[in-house]
């Protein structure tokens, strides 16, 4: 059975650590909460206990035959605090260790994730980042908050992450996968841009944002600070990422190149339109008494990604592309992929056969990942998260 220990600090969002609680137990995890002192505010040790059918201790000083402080970490397959206040990640990043809780982050020889939750200028502050840069530098796993509703009137970036999300989240770190991403800062795009003709139609494509999504969640599993630019994706972001929202292909570039700045890794897994109108029309294009047809020109959009591998330094970042091909008389999918990847000058191009509509909606994927260094990676029918690990797993070699 899974040992997790469940870590509450002393923050308002105290009351929703209950419900991740539930989740774990109710799916067969065994968990042991330690709460602060502080955080017994705002839950009490009787609801812990009732919900985890385990004792609760605050202290080093209560059972001390048992050497809870040493123990605790020891046996535990992953330790997460939610939520983790501002004092709680400073504590942790300088190493002290006044009460259970922060002697328990101090033994753990098991992954350690914090899910961060105060409010916005108290997340940005320049402490807090930097005591999160360095919690994430040694390996931890620490969740970007989510923006919404936070105490008060106030609204801002620094809410928990949905409770159901962390737990995702958690699982994914529980099945082991090397934090070879820590301390990395990647960045991903996702789903399709759209190029608006007039106020109400548009030039769009199929992409639903799944497969980045899945990338930027297995990220987070592996330890990085991720960053997605999600073009007109209706999914629910995976917690602890940085969202930001565009629409148009020319939004995605600016925000794209924005994050790109001193990023380890990019992987361009959006699909931008390749043209756009050239004259976007302020009222709705009507049908004509004579029956016309309006004619509609169109111009090329700029490439993202060769403007990527053009704007970079040296060797970073890495940058990844994606190729949606399907086969013609003039060449199969692979020759054409060759062909984009040359031309394209990326390190690494995944190709996915989109004949007959696959990949496009569904929740499994099939690629081939080809790199500009000759390697072929054949990754064959399964969930969209085998393959984003199958993409990292690539990345992470030539980041090293």
Known sequence: MTEVVLGVAGGIASYKA?????????????????PTESSLNFVGTATWEALSGKPVQVGVFEHVDEVAHVRIGRSADLVLVAPATANLLAKAAHGLADDLLTNTLLTATCPVMFAPAMHTEMWENSATQANVATLRSRGHVVLEPAVGRLTGADTGKGRLPDPADIFRAALDVLEGRPLDLAGRHVVVSAGGTREFLDPVRFLGNRSSGRQGFALAAAAVARGARVTVVAANVELPAPAGVDVVRVVSTEQLRQQVLLAAEGADAVVMAAAPADFRPAQFVDAKIKK??????????????????????????????????????????TATVIEHARAKLARKGCDLLVVNDVSDGKAFGRDDNEAVLLGADGSVVEVPLGPKTALAHAVWDAVVQRLD
Do not use: Q
Not at 22 to 31: D, N, Q
Not at 300 to 327: C, K, S
């Open 288 to 329: 004509t008494p004579d029956g016309a047809t309006p004619e509609i020109r169109l111009v090329e959009n700029p490439d993202i990604l060769v403007e990527l591998v053009g704007a970079r330094a040296g060797a970073a970042p890495v940058i990844v592309g994606f190729a949606a091909e399907t086969g013609d008389a």
């Open 18 to 34: 209950a419900e991740l609680l539930r989740l774990f137990t109710e799916s067969g995890h065994s968990v042991r909460v330690v």
